[in-house]
C-alpha cells in the first residue's frame, strides 16, 4: 500500500514540476538570430506562455484555451496557458511586459485592457503592446431584465427612466466593459440610472433571478439558458446586426439607440518582440481562424470566429479606446 | 428521479469513468494534502485534459479531484498541525494534539469517517432537493452577506485562545493585510507604496500556509532534533468503537448542516464552514476546555462540514448555474466548454450528464473513504521520518505552491513574510486562526456593505430591516455580549466557558 502511495505522490508531484518547468521554460529561450532567409525560422524556439489575465473558466480564459489548442498545431509547439489573475488584468498585462521579449510569452485579452487605461488604473494601454490579431469577436453584449418587471423593450425602459431617474437599477462591476456601457447608454439616451457594483457574471446573474437589481448588462451566451427558460427578458443586442443564433432580440440601433459593441479577444507581444516572430503567429492565428472546426467551437458559445491582422487589431482598439475615452470624459463632466 | 439516479450510474459504470473517478481521487487527495497545492488547482491543471473527452467522462474526473482535494487536507492536517488546503484549518486544533498523544489513527479515523458521512448527506441533499434550495440562496444579496460576515467575525472571540484582546488585534491585522492592493469595487490601490506588484494583494494561499506552515517549520528548527515519534508509533490506537461514533452523532449532523448552508451561499466557502462548525461544538460542549487538547469532537465538527460543503456549493451550480466557490467557478467554466448550457433549465435539458455527475460524486466519495483508509497507516508513517529530512521537502513544497498560485514570485516572498509573521505571533502568544478569518472575511465584509449602500443609494436601513440580516447582526451581538462576560467571569478566576 505504502508504494502504491509513494508512486501516486511521487506521480503527481512529478506531473506538478514538469508542469510548472513548461511555464518557465519561455525565459531560457535562445534568441539568436538564424543565419538562414526566414528570421522566424527559429521560432518558436520553446513552449510558448500564454497569459491570461483572467480565471479559470471564465470567457477569457475559455477563447484563449481553444485557440491556443489549433496554435499548438500551427506553430508545433507546446502552449501553456497561465491564468494571472488581480487588479482587473493589470496584474497579467504587466507579467507580460516584464518578460523577455522573444516571443515566448504572449497576452491574450480583451477590451478590459484598454479600460484600465481610460480609468487611470495603468499608465499604458493597448499601444505599449504588439498585436498579433484577434481570432474571436463577442457581438452579443445584451441588457437583460426580469420577466414581471415594468419594462420589457429599451423604448419603454427610457419611458420609465426618465419618468423615474435614478431609480432603475442597473447591476455592473465598475471599471468594467458593462460600466462604459451604461455610461454610454446614460449619454446617448438622457436617462439616469442607478449604477451598483455586483460582481462577476456569476453574481450579476443570481442579482437579477433573486429580484434585487432591474437590469443587467452581459453577453448572450452567457444566458441562453435563462431566456429559454423564461428567467430572464433580452432587451436588445449590441451589434450591428441581429445574430443569427437570436433572431428574435432586436439590435439597440434598430430601437434608435447607437451603441455597438464588439467585446474583442486579441493576442499581442512586448513591444520589442521581433517583428519576424508577431508576423510568424500571427499568421498562423489566420490559418486556426479558417479552420471549420474552430469555427464551430467558437459559433458553439454564440462568438463570432473573426480574425483581424495586425493593423485591423490596432485600428479596432483605436476606435473602441477613442469612444470609452469619449463616454469617460462625458460622465465626469 | 431514482430512474435517472440509475440511468446516472449506468452512464458513468464504465471502466473508463470508474477509473478516472479513482485517479481523480487519488491525485485530488494528493493535491490537498501538500500544504500550497489545493483542489482548486488540482481542477485548473485538469480542466483542459477533460476537453477531449465526452462531458459525463471529463466531469466524473473534476468531480473526484474536488472530493478528493477537500479530503486530502487533513492528512498534514493531523499529523503535522499544517492545513493542506483552508477547508482543514479547524483540523488542526484537536487532530495534532490527538496525534502527538498517540491517537493518531484514532483521529484519522474520525476525520475520514466524518468527512465520508459529511460528503455523503451533502450529496444526498444536492441530488433531492437542490432547486429549492438555490431558490433560497437567491434570497441573500449585500445586506444578508454582510450580515452574516459580521457574525462569523464575532467568532474570534472564541478563537483567541488566552487572551481576547490578543485575538481581536489579530483579526484586525488579519483585515489591514486583506486591504492590500486593489480595492473592492472602484479598483483604486491601497497600501501598495509604489510597487505595481502589490496591486494584486496578498493572495490567501501564501498568507494561509505561511502562517500555519512556515512557522511551525521554523518553531520546530528551534528545538533539538528529533528522531520522529517511532516510540509512541508502537501503540498507536486505531479502534474507534461504533458507540464512540454514535457519541459524535449530534455534533456530525450539525456540523454537516453548517458546512451544507455555508456551502450553498455564494462566496463564503469551506474556508469559513469548517471554523464554524468548530466554533459551534465547542460553545455546545458541556467541556469546553478539552477543545484544542485533543478532542476528537472537533476533528469531527471540522471534517464532516468542509465536506459537506462540497455538495452545498454544487447546489447553486446545478440548479441556477451560479458558482459557490472557486472550484465550482472552474467546473461552470467546465460545462460550458462541454457544451452545455448552465442555468435553471440544465437539469431539463441535459438531465443524463446532471445524473451522471451526482452519481460520479457517490462513486468519488467512496474512492475518497477507501482511499485514506488503504493509506492511513503509510500516512502515520510520515511521522517516523525525521524532522530535519521531512521539513525542508515541505517547505519546498510550500514555495512550490505559493508560486504555482499565479506564476509570480511575489507570492514566494509574501510566503516567507507571512511565515515570519506567524513565528513572532506565535513566540508573543498571539492566535493565529483570527487574522486568517480577518483576512478571508475582511474583502467580504467591505465589498458587501459598499453595494448593499450602491443598492439602498446611501441608506442603512435595509442591513437592520432585511429579516435575514437582522437575525444574524442579532446572533452577532448577543455573541459579542457572551464573550465580554465569560472573559470577565474568566479573568476573575471562575468557570472557563470560552477558551
Redesign the interface.
Known amino acids: 500500500?505504502?508504494s502504491v502511495?509513494?508512486k501516486?505522490?511521487f506521480g503527481?508531484?512529478l506531473a506538478?514540476?514538469i508542469?510548472?518547468l513548461g511555464?518557465c521554460g519561455g525565459d531560457g529561450a535562445s534568441e539568436d538570430a538564424n543565419a538562414g532567409n526566414d528570421p522566424a525560422a527559429d521560432y518558436p524556439s520553446g513552449p510558448i506562455t500564454v497569459v491570461v489575465p483572467a480565471?479559470?473558466?471564465?470567457d477569457t480564459?475559455?477563447n484563449t484555451?481553444i485557440m491556443a489548442?489549433y496554435l499548438e498545431k500551427e506553430l508545433d509547439t507546446n502552449i501553456v496557458?497561465?491564468?494571472?489573475?488581480?487588479?482587473?488584468g493589470?496584474?497579467g498585462t504587466?507579467?507580460v511586459l516584464d518578460a523577455k521579449p522573444d516571443g515566448q510569452t504572449v497576452l491574450a485579452f480583451h477590451n478590459s485592457m484598454l479600460l484600465n487605461n481610460v480609468?487611470g488604473?495603468t499608465d499604458y494601454t493597448y499601444d505599449e503592446f504588439k498585436m498579433a490579431g484577434v481570432g474571436v469577436l463577442d457581438q452579443s453584449n445584451t441588457f437583460l431584465t426580469s420577466p414581471d418587471s415594468k419594462f420589457q423593450d429599451i423604448p419603454s425602459l427610457i419611458e420609465y427612466a426618465k419618468a423615474n431617474p435614478?431609480e432603475v437599477?442597473m447591476a455592473t462591476e465598475?471599471?468594467s466593459m458593462t460600466y462604459i456601457q451604461t455610461l454610454q447608454f446614460q449619454e446617448q439616451t438622457g436617462v439616469e440610472f442607478?449604477?451598483?457594483?455586483?460582481?462577476g457574471a456569476?453574481?450579476k446573474?443570481?442579482?437579477l433571478?433573486?429580484g434585487?437589481?432591474d437590469i443587467v448588462p452581459t453577453s448572450l451566451g452567457l444566458?441562453?439558458?435563462?431566456i429559454?427558460?423564461g428567467?430572464m427578458v433580452p432587451l436588445g443586442v449590441m451589434a450591428e446586426e441581429r445574430l443569427e443564433g437570436a433572431p428574435d432580440v432586436p439590435t439597440f440601433k434598430e430601437e434608435g439607440v447607437d451603441i455597438v459593441i464588439d467585446k474583442i479577444f486579441y493576442w499581442g507581444f512586448d513591444p520589442e518582440t521581433p517583428d519576424a516572430y508577431v508576423e510568424k503567429f500571427s499568421n498562423a492565428m489566420e490559418n486556426v481562424v479558417a479552420n471549420e472546426e474552430y469555427q464551430q467551437e467558437i459559433e458553439?458559445?454564440w462568438l463570432s470566429p473573426t480574425f483581424l491582422d495586425q493593423e485591423a487589431t490596432n485600428a479596432k482598439l483605436e476606435e473602441i479606446n477613442a469612444s470609452y475615452q469619449e463616454a469617460y470624459d462625458n460622465s465626469e463632466q | 428521479m431514482f430512474d435517472m439516479l440509475f440511468a446516472g450510474f449506468g452512464s458513468v459504470m464504465t471502466l473508463q469513468i470508474i477509473m478516472l473517478i479513482a485517479a481523480g481521487v487519488a491525485l485530488g487527495l494528493v493535491f490537498g494534502s501538500i500544504p500550497g497545492l489545493t483542489a482548486t488547482m488540482a481542477v485548473a491543471i485538469c480542466l483542459p485534459i477533460t476537453y477531449g473527452m465526452d462531458p459525463i467522462a471529463g466531469m466524473s474526473l473534476l468531480m473526484g479531484l474536488y472530493i478528493g482535494g477537500v479530503s486530502g487536507g487533513l492528512i498534514p492536517a493531523i499529523l503535522l498541525k499544517l492545513p493542506g488546503t483552508p477547508s482543514s484549518i479547524a483540523t488542526t486544533f484537536d487532530g495534532y494534539p490527538m496525534a502527538q498523544n498517540g491517537e493518531a489513527g484514532k483521529a484519522f479515523n474520525y476525520a475520514i469517517v466524518s468527512s465520508f458521512l459529511g460528503g455523503l448527506l451533502s450529496i444526498i441533499v444536492l441530488i433531492m432537493i437542490a432547486p429549492p434550495l438555490g431558490r433560497v440562496a437567491l434570497q441573500f444579496g449585500p445586506f444578508e452577506f454582510f450580515a452574516i460576515v459580521i457574525f462569523s467575525l464575532t467568532l474570534i472571540a472564541s478563537l483567541s485562545g488566552d487572551s481576547l484582546p490578543k485575538g481581536i488585534m489579530a483579526g484586525l491585522l488579519g483585515i489591514s493585510f486583506a486591504m492590500v492592493g486593489a480595492a473592492p469595487i472602484d479598483a483604486f490601490p491601497r497600501f501598495t507604496y509604489g510597487f505595481t506588484d502589490m496591486n494584486a494583494g496578498f493572495n490567501l494561499l501564501p498568507v494561509l500556509i505561511g502562517l500555519f506552515a512556515l512557522s511551525e517549520i521554523f518553531i520546530s528548527a528551534e528545538k533539538k532534533v528529533k528522531k520522529g515519534l517511532n516510540a509512541k508509533l508502537s501503540k498507536v490506537n486505531y479502534k474507534v468503537s461504533i458507540k464512540e461514533y454514535v457519541a459524535q452523532g449530534w455534533n456530525f449532523l450539525r456540523s454537516s448542516l453548517i458546512g451544507l448552508g455555508i456551502g450553498i451561499l455564494p462566496g463564503i466557502g469551506g474556508g469559513t464552514s469548517n471554523i464554524i462548525s468548530y466554533v459551534a461544538a465547542k460553545s455546545s460542549s458541556k467541556k469546553p476546555e478539552e477543545f484544542g487538547k485533543g478532542n476528537p469532537a472537533g476533528v469531527v465538527a471540522s471534517e464532516a462540514s468542509n465536506n459537506a460543503a462540497v455538495g452545498g456549493a454544487l447546489v447553486p451550480l446545478i440548479s441556477l448555474g451560479i458558482p459557490g466557490d472557486t472550484v465550482t467557478a472552474m467546473l461552470l467554466g467546465g460545462l460550458v466548454l462541454h457544451g452545455l448550457q448552465p442555468g435553471p433549465l440544465l437539469m431539463q435539458n441535459s438531465g443524463d450528464v446532471v445524473y451522471g455527475i451526482f452519481a460520479a460524486l457517490l462513486i468519488a466519495n467512496v474512492f475518497m473513504i477507501l482511499f485514506l483508509f488503504m493509506g492511513m497507516k503509510g500516512f502515520i508513517r510520515l511521522l517516523s521520518i525525521p524532522q530535519h529530512i521531512l521539513y525542508p521537502i515541505i517547505l519546498a513544497l510550500c514555495v512550490v505552491g505559493a508560486f504555482g498560485v499565479n506564476n509570480r514570485l511575489f507570492d514566494v516572498g509574501a510566503l516567507l513574510f507571512f511565515g515570519v509573521l506567524g513565528y513572532l505571533m506565535i513566540k508573543f502568544g498571539f492566535p493565529l486562526t483570527p487574522l486568517v478569518l480577518g483576512f478571508i472575511l475582511g474583502p467580504l465584509l467591505e465589498t458587501n456593505l459598499r453595494r448593499g449602500l450602491m443598492l439602498s443609494q446611501g441608506d442603512f436601513m435595509p442591513f437592520l430591516t432585511s429579516p435575514i440580516a437582522a437575525a444574524f447582526l442579532l446572533v452577532a451581538a448577543a455573541s459579542v455580549v457572551f464573550a465580554i462576560y465569560s472573559n470577565h467571569k474568566k479573568k476573575k478566576g471562575t468557570s472557563v466557558l470560552n477558551v
Open positions: 500500500m505504502k502511495l509513494k501516486t505522490l503527481s508531484v506538478t514540476s508542469l510548472f511555464a480565471g479559470a473558466g471564465g480564459d475559455l484555451r489548442k496557458v497561465s491564468n494571472v489573475t488581480g487588479s482587473g493589470a496584474t504587466q507579467t480609468f488604473l435614478g437599477t465598475i471599471g442607478n449604477i451598483v457594483d455586483i460582481g456569476a453574481d446573474i443570481a442579482a433571478l433573486g434585487r437589481v444566458v441562453s439558458g435563462y429559454e427558460s428567467d458553439d458559445s
